[in-house]
């Protein structure tokens, strides 16, 4: 298709640059000379169109950190490409990968140059997701048993949208859902509370504690009492708590019964109740506890305690 496209311009051996066309075609350029003389040049001129270019990726997202591989699809025929990834990096060729290791979104831009020396750009977006870190609080501080224990979740840094919990006292495998739990526990030692949360995103944490609980009953029972009546360690007294019936009695070395109290309140004062109470000689006794706890379970502990004088 022939086109034409006057420009006038009357200086002497001028030089033109830059100038526009309205499409592809065949231009002619017409020279006349100070004498009127004409000359003519058929100029042939292609426009051709920006190569067009999508960006591919074989994900839009991941939990930190995360790689994405990087592509191209396009029609035209690319001499070079270059590539933008948004976190500092970046590539050349058809294709390229990128690692985030920080939350957020990212824009990806990729320039390309056609074999014809047509220029464009395209641009994608991924994002970083946040790794929630899962964390909880236990209540309160030191349990007892068959107390009420509170498990509340303080998960953060991600929107945390599931939570599976598994404790060790309870039946293998069994796993419990929901924010926060409340157990209790029949046995006192030490258990592994598990909390796995997961955020909107589907990114994954874990955290184990330890739970330890407590009696919530027992006796202390000194070694040693000195009943020598300066009003300083007189009296063989053992403590207890959450006891419910209780029994003490004490035992020469030959097994003979010097003393019993069903009163936890009551101690010993060294002295033999079958003999008008007569103090006992510095000797080493025989002790015995029979009791039952709050909760009705009976036990029996024995030990010796040494009289100074």
């Known amino acids: 298709m022939e086109r034409t496209k006057r420009i006038l311009n009357t200086t002497q051996n001028p030089t033109l640059k830059n100038v526009g066309v309205e499409g592809t ?3 002619t350029v017409m020279v006349t000379d100070n004498i009127g003389c004409t000359g003519y040049q058929y100029v042939p001129v292609v426009i051709r169109a920006l190569p067009q270019v999508k960006i591919t990726s074989d994900k839009v997202g991941g939990c930190i950190p995360v790689c994405i591989n990087f592509g191209v699809e396009t029609s035209a025929n690319l001499s070079t490409t270059s590539w933008d990834f948004g976190n500092g990096n970046v590539g050349n060729g058809n294709t390229g990968m990128a690692c985030f290791t ?19 750009k395209a641009y994608y977006s991924v994002e970083g997701y946040p790794i929630p870190t899962a964390d909880f609080n236990i209540s309160p ?3 007892v048993i068959y107390e009420n224990v509170e498990f509340t979740d303080a998960s953060y840094n991600a929107n945390v949208t599931g939570w599976t919990w598994s404790f060790s006292h309870l039946k293998a495998n069994q796993v419990m859902f929901g924010q926060n739990q409340t157990l209790n526990y029949e046995t006192a030692g030490a258990y592994a509370a598990v909390l796995i949360v997961r955020s909107d995103k589907g990114c994954v944490d874990t955290i184990v504690k330890e739970v330890v ?12 009492f000195s009943p020598n009546g300066d009003g300083i360690n007189d009296v063989f007294q053992p403590k207890g708590f959450g006891i419910a019936k209780y029994e003490l009695m004490i035992f020469d ?3 003979e019964k010097l003393f019993t109290s069903t009163d936890l309140a009551q101690g010993w004062d060294g002295k033999f109740t079958k003999r008008a109470n007569t103090d006992v000689k510095q000797d080493v006794y025989v002790w015995q506890i029979r009791y039952t706890n709050i909760h009705g ?3 029996e502990v024995t030990g010796k305690v040494s009289i100074i004088k």
């Open 25 to 27: 075609g065949v231009y």
């Open 141 to 143: 501080v030191k349990p």
């Open 253 to 255: 070395r030959w097994g």
């Open 102 to 120: 920080k939350p957020g979104n990212y824009n990806i831009s990729s320039s390309f140059v056609d074999i014809y020396g047509c220029a464009n």
């Open 213 to 224: 609980i407590g009696d919530d009953f027992g006796i202390y029972v000194p070694d040693a």
């Open 297 to 299: 379970k009976s036990s």
